[in-house]
């Protein structure tokens, strides 16, 4: 099913995501956690594609395992160290197996530069040839708080209009963990003119060095409440487990209080984080 269509409901959606293997060795315990995640029955489960263009057939197999589960799954794509033959060939791919969603992406410059030259060079090129191949249902990242390499937040919503009209269909945001910061990117967005659906990416952050590592690259603003609660059970794995569903919980169900009709849960392959934030606001949402 394609996820426009699911993100015309009128029930709250909830979705999680999970990364490939790296190799085939670890393919069975992923393929395991998806099981346990597609469980839960989400309304779609997303698989990332492995930085600087690695995993993508991992990708899309767990895509279709995602498939065969009966849960409806979003292939991510990057074009970074991608040529246009093997991005026809992974769309081919998922054309015939029936993966009709697909998250367009450029996908993050490799520290020590690109292998061979990208054909697309922006998620937006990307996008209008996905259109050009088939009738794909194509979702795009954004970033309440800015991209790291865009000079302003103006210039970025810019950048991100033209993306959308190369034929987006819904955007997912990078995580944030401050809602009044998502409230005021979807007041800045909409001024702007992008209308398509917003889903909200929420992470239940589960270990604190990883936190505050990936919030130092991609700039995400950690609020004081958040950081004490790291600072406070960042040390003892089970408590900053619990905290960290916790306080994705309590952002979740804000979200959904406030209007917001999608969130996307970085479960991060994690089965039991994805069933304890389930477990802590399901019933509030009829899930
Ligand atoms: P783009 O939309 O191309 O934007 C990249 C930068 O270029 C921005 O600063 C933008 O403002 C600027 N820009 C855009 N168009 C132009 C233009 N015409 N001229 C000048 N500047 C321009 N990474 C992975 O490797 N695998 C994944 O599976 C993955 N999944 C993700 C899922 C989500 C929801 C999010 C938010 C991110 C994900 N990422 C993933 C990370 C993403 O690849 C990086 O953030 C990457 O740096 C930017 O990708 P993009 O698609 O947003 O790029």
Avoid: W
């Avoid at 197999?61 to 589960?69: L, M």
């Avoid at 995400?220 to 958040?226: D, N």
């Amino acid at each position: 099913m394609k996820i426009s269509e699911i993100l015309k409901r009128e029930t709250p959606i909830l979705s999680f995501e999970v990364f490939p293997p790296k190799t085939q060795d670890s393919y069975a315990a992923v393929a395991s956690a998806v099981d346990e995640i597609c469980a839960l029955s989400p309304d779609f489960m997303s698989v990332t594609f492995g930085a600087a263009g690695t995993t993508s057939d991992y990708t899309l197999s767990i895509a279709e395992e995602i498939q065969r589960k009966g849960v409806t799954p979003l292939a991510h794509l990057t074009c970074v160290n991608s040529s246009e033959e093997k991005i026809a060939r992974l769309l081919g791919r998922m054309k015939e197996t029936g993966v009709e969603n697909v998250m367009a992406l450029r996908g993050d410059i490799p520290a020590g530069g690109e292998t061979q030259p990208r054909a697309y060079r922006y998620a937006s090129e990307l996008v209008a040839a996905i259109r050009r191949q088939g009738d794909f249902c194509i979702g795009a990242a954004c970033y309440p708080e800015g991209h790291v390499e865009s000079p302003s937040r103006v210039e970025d919503v810019r950048r991100l209009k033209e993306k959308v009209d190369a034929g987006v269909n819904f955007l997912t945001t990078q995580m944030f963990f401050d809602n009044n910061v998502f409230y005021n990117f979807l007041y800045r967005i909409r001024e702007a003119g992008i209308t398509v659906p917003v889903i909200a990416g929420i992470m239940p952050v589960t270990n604190a060095k990883q936190i505050v590592r990936i919030s130092a690259l991609s700039g995400t603003y950690l609020p004081e409440r958040f950081k004490r609660i790291v600072d406070r059970y960042g040390d003892r794995p089970d408590a900053m487990m619990r905290a960290g569903v916790i306080y994705a919980a309590e952002q979740i169900v804000d979200l959904y209080a406030n209007g917001v009709g999608a969130v996307h849960v970085y479960s991060m392959n994690k089965p039991q984080v994805a069933a304890e934030l389930v477990r802590a606001f399901g019933t509030i949402i009829g899930k």
